[in-house]
């Protein structure tokens, strides 16, 4: 398929064209950042060096991936894939087989959004920056995130209805989720999420903060849960070495199913 690129020379044309003859599976270029104020649902695979936001979602739009994919192919992407600018945002793949993805060595997958749910992160520095927005709920839900450098999720959740849960996060040696949570009681919800091959799984960023950590799953990791807040509750959490804050360890059990009996 071709794709018409503006005020570009014969030279850079050549130039795509033959990245897109290499790579067929990619339709659309990112030389310059797409920016949608309303929202956007996608239509084409992204590719991009990563020197700019491939999309920046403005005034609350939505960016549905809809099966597509935003990939970064240089070696070091020093921008965000999907940038948000304003509250309200959401992040997420509709299509049937929820194939939406954010690919390649970006320094941040998602930024700013509201919500991110049901797609692929694999390879960023830091795969969803997060920051609380006022009266707002803030999820992340159902995604897989692997081979974060830094850390998977670096989220600040100030509203009881925030929530981390149900995402397969797989840092590769960086950490699963750094958290910083409500001032008052009643804080955010990490839940149901499986966390392997970590060097920290869970860390809290304040001494004082509320949140809220219950049955999750963490394997094969240095230090699962890295806690210095009182105000932060633990329920029916599994790992799989013994770790204070764990309900339950695989390695103290003879049959690992007594761990997952609630």
């Not at 991009?48 to 960016?63: D, K, Q, T, W, Y």
């Not at 309200?88 to 954010?102: E, N």
């Not at 809220?212 to 959490?237: A, W």
Request: proline share 4%.
């Amino acid at each position: 398929m071709w794709v018409r690129y503006p005020s570009a020379s014969l030279v850079a044309i050549a130039a795509i064209t033959v990245l897109m003859e290499a790579n067929p599976a990619w339709s659309a270029y990112c030389s310059t950042t797409q920016v949608h104020t309303s929202n956007h649902t996608m239509t084409a695979d992204y590719v991009s060096a990563g020197i700019v936001p491939c999309f920046e979602m403005r005034s609350g739009a939505n960016l549905n991936m809809n099966g597509h994919t935003i990939t970064c192919t240089a070696g070091s992407c020093p921008a965000t894939a999907v940038s948000c600018t304003s509250d309200g945002s959401v992040v997420q793949d509709t299509s049937a087989g929820h194939d939406g993805a954010i690919l390649g060595p970006w320094d941040v997958g998602t930024e700013g959004c509201s919500s991110v749910k049901k797609i692929l992160i694999d390879g960023p520095d830091v795969a969803i920056d997060m920051v609380p927005e006022d009266g707002r709920t803030n999820a992340i839900v159902s995604n897989v995130i692997k081979n974060c450098s830094d850390v998977c999720i670096d989220a600040e959740m100030e509203d009881a209805l925030d929530k981390i849960e149900d995402n397969r996060i797989e840092p590769g040696g960086g950490d699963g989720i750094h958290i910083d949570g409500r001032s008052r009681a009643n804080g955010p919800r990490i839940r149901d999420n499986v966390l392997v091959g970590y060097d920290v799984g869970i860390l809290d960023s304040a001494a004082s903060d509320y949140v809220r950590i219950d049955h999750n799953l963490m394997l094969d990791g240095t230090d699962p849960l890295s806690i210095t807040s009182s105000n932060v509750t633990f329920s029916q959490n599994v790992c799989e070495e013994s770790e204070a804050d764990c309900a339950c360890s695989l390695e103290d059990v003879t049959n690992p199913v007594d761990c997952f009996d609630f």
